[in-house]
């Protein structure tokens, strides 16, 4: 039997704007929430150049300094911008600003756990993704949390897949990792001998056999059957699911 991981941030959870547009009026500064949206694919990509370039296998600073720059309605100087950077860094343990969930998600991290496949998570995080999970409710579905912050190991390395590929219990090479960052996830994830998903990613991108691209959870339910991992097929409702007052596990 395959296991599967999942990335957390914009794979499971996405960042939410709105939140973070709060958090830097703390600082007295005004962003649009819907500008944040619309900087994050760009600030993404600085992401996942920063890694191929060897800064870091979390740069998270890089991200959201291009994050901010992208977003702004007008520059930012830069004492204002770093001071903002510094801030969101130092509060990320209290209040991280991954929270919103990604539809369809979660929902197959479920199906997937109850159907007896072992389930985790992947994360170049902050040390307390955890925390956070159980603070969202949605712990139960995962077998292990990979918490590079917490571990002193993160992607795209081969260590921390291989951490987690012994909690499973599963070789790497029965392992399916869904991901969106090219360089972190799938690259990492090929690397290590596992298979990959690349989770929002360019459909145009040559990635070997051992590697599909999807732009949605349905796109990745097809993926995981297509390597082999039948629990993750779309189900089909129940009578129980389906009677009045019936409700799915909160999330």
């Given at each position: 039997?395959?296991?599967?991981?999942?990335?957390?941030?914009?794979?499971?959870?996405?960042?939410?704007?709105?939140?973070?547009?709060?958090?830097?009026?703390?600082?007295?500064?005004?962003?649009?929430?819907?500008?944040?949206?619309?900087?994050?694919?760009?600030?993404?990509?600085?992401?996942?150049?920063?890694?191929?370039?060897?800064?870091?296998?979390?740069?998270?600073?890089?991200?959201?300094?291009?994050?901010?720059?992208?977003?702004?309605?007008?520059?930012?100087?830069?004492?204002?911008?770093?001071?903002?950077?510094?801030?969101?860094?130092?509060?990320?343990?209290?209040?991280?600003?991954?929270?919103?969930?990604?539809?369809?998600?979660?929902?197959?991290?479920?199906?997937?756990?109850?159907?007896?496949?072992p389930v985790g998570i992947v994360s170049n995080s902050?040390?307390?993704?955890?925390?956070?999970?159980?603070?969202?409710?949605?712990?139960?579905?995962?077998?292990?949390?990979?918490?590079?912050?917490?571990?002193?190991?993160?992607?795209?390395?081969?260590?921390?897949?291989?951490?987690?590929?012994?909690?499973?219990?599963?070789?790497?090479?029965?392992?399916?990792?869904?991901?969106?960052?090219?360089?972190?996830?799938?690259?990492?994830?090929?690397?290590?001998?596992?298979?990959?998903?690349?989770?929002?990613g360019d459909p145009k991108r040559a990635?070997?056999?051992?590697?599909?691209?999807?732009?949605?959870?349905?796109?990745?339910?097809?993926?995981?059957?297509?390597?082999?991992?039948?629990?993750?097929?779309?189900?089909?409702?129940?009578?129980?699911?389906?009677?009045?007052?019936?409700?799915?596990?909160?999330?």
């Open positions: 039997m395959h296991a599967v991981t999942f990335d957390f941030g914009q794979t499971l959870a996405s960042l939410d704007a709105g939140l973070t547009a709060t958090r830097l009026a703390e600082r007295s500064l005004s962003f649009d929430p819907q500008r944040i949206e619309v900087a994050l694919p760009d600030a993404w990509r600085v992401y996942d150049d920063a890694i191929h370039r060897g800064l870091g296998g979390h740069p998270w600073k890089i991200f959201m300094r291009a994050l901010l720059e992208r977003a702004a309605s007008s520059p930012l100087d830069e004492e204002a911008l770093a001071g903002a950077v510094d801030f969101l860094w130092s509060e990320q343990p209290r209040k991280n600003l991954w929270r919103r969930p990604i539809p369809g998600m979660l929902e197959l991290a479920e199906d997937l756990s109850d159907a007896g496949v902050e040390g307390r993704l955890a925390e956070l999970v159980a603070e969202l409710g949605w712990d139960d579905r995962f077998l292990v949390i990979a918490d590079s912050g917490r571990l002193g190991m993160d992607k795209p390395g081969r260590a921390i897949f291989g951490w987690t590929a012994e909690r499973l219990g599963r070789p790497l090479d029965r392992i399916v990792h869904i991901g969106d960052s090219l360089a972190a996830d799938v690259e990492g994830a090929l690397g290590a001998g596992m298979s990959a998903v690349w989770f929002g990635l070997g056999a051992r590697a599909r691209v999807a732009k949605d959870a349905g796109e990745v339910r097809r993926a995981l059957v297509e390597f082999g991992v039948a629990a993750a097929a779309e189900r089909v409702p129940t009578r129980a699911s389906l009677r009045p007052g019936s409700k799915p596990r909160s999330t």
